[in-house]
């Protein structure tokens, strides 16, 4: 196939958002109509042309060979100590996600099509800006510019929630941007070690993602008193940052307020998107370079990840806001995904990887629609609404598909990621693992299980009030309010935003392989060095006693 | 004296005379302004400033690369440092002018009358002043004009605070200003007079020369004299960087002065005390390739240096954040987050003085990163980037006092029923700022660009400046265990401190652009602090962003000089070297 090389075909995706930015703000005398339509113009274009270069991967020899596709690199800060780059470029563990990006991003800009009347300019040129930077952070390819990337996020974000979010924004914007800001500098001294000792093990300066892996695959960091215990310390501190961005149980509490206040696109951006950053750190830097740290911490991750799933669910089970419920749901899938990567067998870490578009999809749809059902019926009080399948028949199917794709039901994409966690989580509580670990690594996988009943229990629950019974119209009239909201059911716009998620969710549910084998590969080279270091600690420490017992002269 | 000695002497200051042409250039714009103010009536000092600044920079010459001889005559000494320095002046001095400029305006309004007011040429005479001779510490290889630039530095502020605002509050602010910097000078003053102990001569190559001697009777003179001028010449700094513990003037003098004056204050006397910092350590290291302090009293000083440098650094920087963090008033706030930055310059400078100290140990200079395919032997991260660090907190800090100088006032609550209309009120609260995004866009652009870079958000300038900072301070004492107590444990806290307090700084950051952005109010601004001062505020946002884009150039120049601080004293050791000193010199390989 002709075209752009496909570096400058990988820049042309990430500069498209930007340029776009760049025309909604001229175009921003001609009022909210030109700009949102310029807007959806863009996020179009950029999302055929990720589609393209999807398709150019797939179909590339590196794809094949495992290598990264479309790289493109130049110089940024070379002087001094640093060896700062450019560099982009797509492998299996970011391709999805970096379509997912353009996807969710379109969604974005059409469900606030109605919704944002204030300011329209700034929003659509922060939401493009968020766009780019989301393309970039899976692109990148330096670790510096990851970073860059990964901190940028912030800003549009807090913006767009504080600006154009709900009632309490101003706390949610400043909230969000402090609680990530902590664990990210953090982070960011962890990755700067990380270099530093790649640089003085191998003598040359490098910033580069994969010649660092490399570094570190030959010349790991100490796991030894003597060596200050350095690979745990830098784990720890990618931990916090990765950790708050997922967010892994107890680290969740800035999601709530953030997801609630924000707008819906914002809330689209921030659950389908930025919630997977952290697992795509953990599975980028913190797997491949620090194996025997993360063995040492896989099985109380594990744990970790447990916990949040059933935290998340009851949470969720209580709540009387729908946005606040769909957000605790975040809380718990975002646990399987934990579960999953930390299990540290091969079905498992794909499973997680493939829930991570999976969530990226049901969240994001399920978000944009309770934006849809408030623009409708200004409440997001389960107790003040009902009866929306009556009014609002294709509002209602859309709901419940990505309410059953939510709760993992077989035919759909969450069944898929679901079921791959749960059977390798159990593969490895059955095989494994050492016999002290096993009885907790089954009580973990089993209440993993349990996890899903609540899951489907809570989501239930609310897609009966909200959908069936008896039509309620919230206590203030939908009328006379100063939003012209849409009223009925979907509009097209709405329904442009929600169909194409509707498609990937029955695909990825039908054809599964389709998106797990570009990836499996990749996914399963970044995991196999934490995996080995595990099943070395997982020896029965019998064998292990009797080894050196034999030796002994 | 021979003919012949004479005949040096002045080939000598005829050399040091050319070499000093911008600061001379300098000066004669200053004395052009008293002059054409006083009998001309001119009134627009400030572009006599802008003239004479243009001159200086067209003089001045681009930077030496770092391992090239430093051209030295008499007490002068131009190398890659101070040809950073003397840049930065200038460039910081045109923005700065342009600010001081606009205060002009507001200050005209506050009183109620648009006119200009008179005496504007004395005032940018005493700036142009006031650049010659921080530019003239930077020159500066003797002690004696080393004071003599600092006393440059420190009087004409106390006639620019003096003469902007004559209300109680700016008269309290002159004169707290005044009486501690008073302090803080013979406090340094006496550092100067134990070095000139030590050494026996003011020239900085000798002290340096006499310092790194391996001679034992140094030794006992160190153990007393050493502490005591590090720790006042530290004090003597910390005041010109408002740094803990002489750092409790700048919430008030900054209220109390005018916008441009507190632009003033918060970046020049930080890059004279910066200066002055690394001129100090260049005393006890040798060359770039063997950045090692040599000689007990070297290593007792490089010690005691990063010592100190580094308590200061952790808990200014923490109590600046905290102290920012409970401000209402802007200028209060900007002032309490410039203490918390001297605390991060602070870092730069530990790390840079812990390297030398490093290099000493029995284990001789492993701490060092050696790589293959880059000149970098690790250690030189710490002066180079302070001295970036320097300039990506001085252009942000000069952008958003520009920004608040260019907004000026804002009409108060009035409505046409209550009366006659009130007169304007100054931008002095982080609320006035509410609702900027609305009534004044681009400044509240310009104002956010500003406060993200000094929050360190990527990929802004002062996201590269703290990147250069955490890379010093981790790569101190590399190869060794991070033990409890141990030098690189202290430094690795020191980098967790840093990044840390960037998160808390963040938090008052977001608020005024929080306050701009999420915010709406009634009261328009009004935008009345003249054109220069928005033009200073566009060209430090032009400056920012291309710093943000192509940061090498910059930084480039910052590693040169950086490399030169320890250049200095070995390529200008010449008088009084002993025997045994000129051996050791000898026995290295250069």
């Avoid at chain 2, 790569?475 to 409890?484: L, M, Y």
């Avoid at chain 2, 952005?517 to 200073?536: E, I, N, W």
């Amino acid at each position: 196939m002709n075209g752009p090389t496909p570096g400058m075909h990988l820049l042309l995706v990430i500069a498209t958002p930007l340029i776009g930015a760049l025309v909604a703000w001229v175009l921003g005398a001609r009022g909210r109509h030109a700009v949102r339509q310029s807007a959806a113009v863009t996020a179009v274009i950029t999302l055929v042309l990720t589609g393209w270069l999807i398709v150019r991967y797939l179909q590339s020899p590196e794809a094949a060979a495992g290598q990264p596709y479309a790289t493109i690199t130049a110089p940024w800060l070379t002087e001094g100590m640093f060896n700062i780059r450019l560099s982009l470029g797509l492998d299996g563990l970011s391709l999805w996600l970096f379509g997912l990006s353009a996807l969710l991003s379109l969604t974005a800009v059409l469900v606030s099509w109605e919704a944002i009347v204030d300011r329209p300019v700034g929003f659509y040129v922060l939401l493009l800006v968020l766009e780019a930077a989301m393309l970039g952070v899976f692109a990148a390819r330096d670790v510096i510019l990851f970073y860059v990337f990964f901190e940028f996020t912030l800003v549009p974000l807090f913006f767009l929630i504080g600006i154009w979010g709900h009632d309490e924004r101003r706390k949610a914007a400043i909230k969000f941007f402090l609680y990530t800001l902590a664990g990210s500098v953090l982070t960011f001294l962890g990755l700067l070690t990380i270099v530093l000792w790649n640089a003085s093990h191998t003598g040359t300066v490098s910033f580069d993602i994969d010649t660092l892996t490399a570094g570190l695959a030959a010349h790991p960091l100490p796991m030894t008193a003597d060596g200050g215990w350095l690979q745990m310390i830098v784990f720890v501190a990618l931990f916090i940052g990765f950790a708050i961005k997922v967010p892994i149980v107890p680290f969740h509490t800035w999601l709530p307020l953030a997801h609630v206040e924000a707008p819906t696109g914002g809330s689209v951006d921030l659950a389908g998107i930025l919630l997977k950053l952290g697992m795509y750190g953990f599975l980028r830097f913190s797997l491949p370079m620090l194996p025997d740290a993360a063995a040492l911490a896989a099985p109380w991750l594990f744990g970790l990840g447990v916990l949040g799933i059933i935290y998340g669910a009851l949470v969720a089970l209580v709540q009387t806001d729908l946005k606040r419920l769909i957000a605790y749901s975040s809380v718990s899938h975002m646990g399987y995904c934990v579960m999953g990567l930390f299990a540290l067998e091969p079905v498992a870490v794909e499973g997680a990887a493939l829930q991570l578009v999976n969530h990226g999809l049901s969240a994001a749809g399920l978000f944009a629609l309770v934006g849809m059902i408030y623009e409708r019926f200004h409440t997001r009080s389960i107790a003040n609404l009902g009866g929306i399948a009556g009014k609002a028949p294709w509002l209602a199917a859309l709901f419940m598909l990505f309410t059953f794709s939510s709760i993992g039901l077989p035919g759909l994409n969450g069944f898929v990621g679901e079921f791959m966690i749960l059977a390798g989580s159990f593969q490895r509580a059955w095989t494994g693992v050492s016999s002290a670990w096993q009885p907790a690594y089954l009580t973990m996988a089993v209440l993993a299980v349990v996890g899903v009943v609540l899951g489907a229990w809570y989501m239930l629950w609310a897609v009966e009030r909200v959908l069936f019974g008896a039509s309620r119209e919230p206590p203030h009239a939908p009328h006379g309010h100063d939003a012209p909201g849409p009223a009925g059911d979907l509009q097209w716009y709405e329904l442009a935003a929600l169909l194409p998620l509707a498609v990937f969710v029955l695909w990825i549910g039908l054809v599964p392989a389709t998106f797990l084998q570009p990836s499996a590969a990749a996914v399963r080279g970044l995991t196999s060095a934490s995996a080995r270091a595990f099943a070395e600690r997982m020896q029965e420490p019998s064998t292990a006693t009797h080894d050196r017992v034999v030796r002994l002269p | 004296m021979t003919d012949m000695t004479n005949l040096t002497d002045m080939t000598t200051s005829l050399q040091t005379f050319s070499l000093l042409a911008p600061e001379i250039a300098l000066v004669l714009a200053a004395i052009v302004a008293f002059l054409a103010g006083a009998f001309a009536g001119l009134r627009s000092g400030w572009l006599v400033a802008l003239v004479g600044i243009a001159a200086a920079m067209a003089l001045a010459g681009g930077q030496p690369a770092a391992d090239a001889a430093a051209v030295a005559a008499g007490p002068v000494l131009i190398d890659a440092f101070s040809a950073y320095i003397r840049w930065m002046v200038l460039v910081l001095g045109a923005l700065l002018a342009l600010v001081q400029a606009g205060d002009i305006f507001s200050a005209a309004v506050s009183r109620g009358n648009s006119a200009w007011r008179g005496g504007t040429c004395e005032e940018a005479g005493t700036f142009l002043l006031l650049l010659a001779g921080l530019s003239l510490v930077g020159i500066a290889d003797d002690l004696v004009l080393l004071f003599a630039g600092l006393e440059l530095v420190s009087i004409p502020t106390y006639i620019l605070l003096a003469l902007k605002r004559t209300d109680a509050h700016g008269q309290e602010a002159s004169l707290k200003y005044f009486f501690l910097s008073l302090v803080a000078s013979s406090l340094f003053l006496y550092a100067l007079t134990c070095l000139y102990g030590i050494g026996g001569s003011t020239s900085l190559a000798t002290i340096g020369a006499r310092l790194r001697s391996t001679d034992d009777t140094l030794v006992g003179i160190s153990t007393v004299l050493l502490p005591v001028a590090l720790g006042m010449a530290m004090a003597g700094a910390a005041f010109r960087l408002a740094a803990v513990p002489m750092h409790f003037y700048a919430p008030d003098v900054y209220e109390g002065t005018s916008p441009g004056n507190a632009a003033l204050l918060s970046t020049l006397p930080k890059v004279a005390g910066i200066v002055v910092l690394l001129r100090l350590l260049g005393l006890a290291v040798t060359g770039p390739t063997q950045a090692a302090a040599v000689g007990s009293g070297a290593v007792a000083y490089v010690t005691l240096f990063w010592q100190l440098a580094a308590v200061l650094a952790a808990i200014t920087m923490t109590v600046g954040n905290v102290m920012a963090l409970l401000q209402q008033n802007l200028r209060r706030l900007l002032a309490c987050s410039s203490i918390a930055h001297a605390g991060y310059l602070l870092l730069g400078v530990a790390a840079a003085a812990a390297f030398a100290a490093a290099a000493t140990d029995p284990v001789g200079g492993q701490g060092a990163i050696t790589v293959a395919d880059k000149a970098w032997t690790g250690g030189l991260g710490g002066t180079t980037a302070t001295l970036f660090y320097l300039a990506t907190y001085a252009l942000a800090t000069i952008g958003v006092f520009a920004a608040i100088t260019y907004l000026g006032h804002r009409w108060p609550e009035w409505s046409s029923g209550s009366g006659p209309r009130p007169p304007r009120e100054e931008i002095t609260t982080v609320d006035d700022l509410n609702g900027l995004s609305g009534t004044n866009p681009v400044a509240a652009f310009a104002i956010t660009v500003f406060l993200l870079s000094l929050a360190g958000i990527p990929p802004l300038p002062g996201f590269w400046g703290k990147l250069s900072l955490a890379t010093a301070a981790l790569e101190i004492d590399w190869n060794s265990p991070i033990t409890f107590g141990s030098r690189r444990a202290a430094f690795v806290a020191l980098a967790v401190i840093l990044v840390l307090n960037a998160a808390i700084a963040a938090a008052y950051y977001l608020r005024i652009i929080a306050a701009m952005y999420f915010r709406s109010t009634k009261r328009g601004v009004q935008a009345d602090g003249g054109l220069a001062a928005g033009l200073a505020m566009l060209a430090c946002l032009a400056l920012v962003f291309m710093a943000t884009a192509q940061p090498h150039g910059l930084f480039n120049a910052a590693v040169q000089a950086g490399t030169a601080v320890r250049a200095t004293a070995s390529t200008t050791a010449q008088p009084a070297v002993t025997d045994n000193q000129s051996q050791h010199l000898l026995a290295q390989p250069q």
